[in-house]
């Protein structure tokens, strides 16, 4: 790892290269002069331990559910990274999710619950983390697909895509809620 001064271009070209495949393409934004950034090559970064990865999914889930009892992605768009959050305002954010604002929640359908992994967790190209699962919940399966950057020392959420799948339904004639960002 080596630390350099950030000028414009070079923040610029380490949010495209760390966000070039997360759907919708993030712009890089300004960074002052005099703040340091660290910078980790692509080799260096590695997918978290186990219990570290289940957390921060689990976290993750567990406020965009909140979100959606709440009817606002409020909670959802406070927990996104800095670089999301100058991107999409928590309208947008609801405007996105508003699908899933119709589903009945009483209570908490994640209580007692933890993720489960339907592929192994990776670092993609681009030095994210991808995290693929989803809960046994009823009466709908919740699935999801989530990404991770690094930002200083910690894995910041900079991509959500959520399912919801009646249980009931044959996977290939299931009826399926997708919502990415």
Do not use: C
């Not at 992605?73 to 954010?93: C, G, N, T």
């Not at 009466?139 to 799948?165: C, D, M, Q």
Request: hydrophobic residues 45%; positive net charge; without cysteine.
């Amino acid at each position: 790892m080596r630390i350099i001064r950030a000028t414009t271009k070079a923040t610029a070209l380490a949010a495209l290269l760390a966000l070039a495949n997360v759907f919708p393409a993030l712009a890089a934004t300004h960074v002052p002069t005099n703040s340091p950034v660290l910078l980790t090559s692509a080799a260096d970064i590695q997918v978290p331990a186990d219990e570290h990865v289940v957390e921060l999914a689990d976290r993750t889930m567990r406020v965009f559910m909140s979100s959606v009892r709440d009817k606002s992605m409020q909670a959802l768009w406070d927990h996104i990274s800095p670089r999301f959050r100058e991107k999409f305002s928590v309208a947008q954010l609801d405007e996105v999710f508003k699908g899933f604002y119709g589903m009945t929640i009483t209570g908490d359908p994640l209580l007692g619950k933890s993720p489960i992994f339907a592929d192994t967790p990776i670092i993609d190209a681009n030095s994210n983390l991808v995290v693929d699962g989803f809960y046994t919940t009823s009466p709908s399966r919740i699935g999801f697909h989530l990404v991770y950057a690094i930002e200083g020392r910690t894995w910041k959420l900079v991509g959500i895509n959520v399912t919801a799948k009646p249980i009931t339904a044959p996977a290939a004639s299931s009826t399926t809620r997708y919502q990415t960002l």
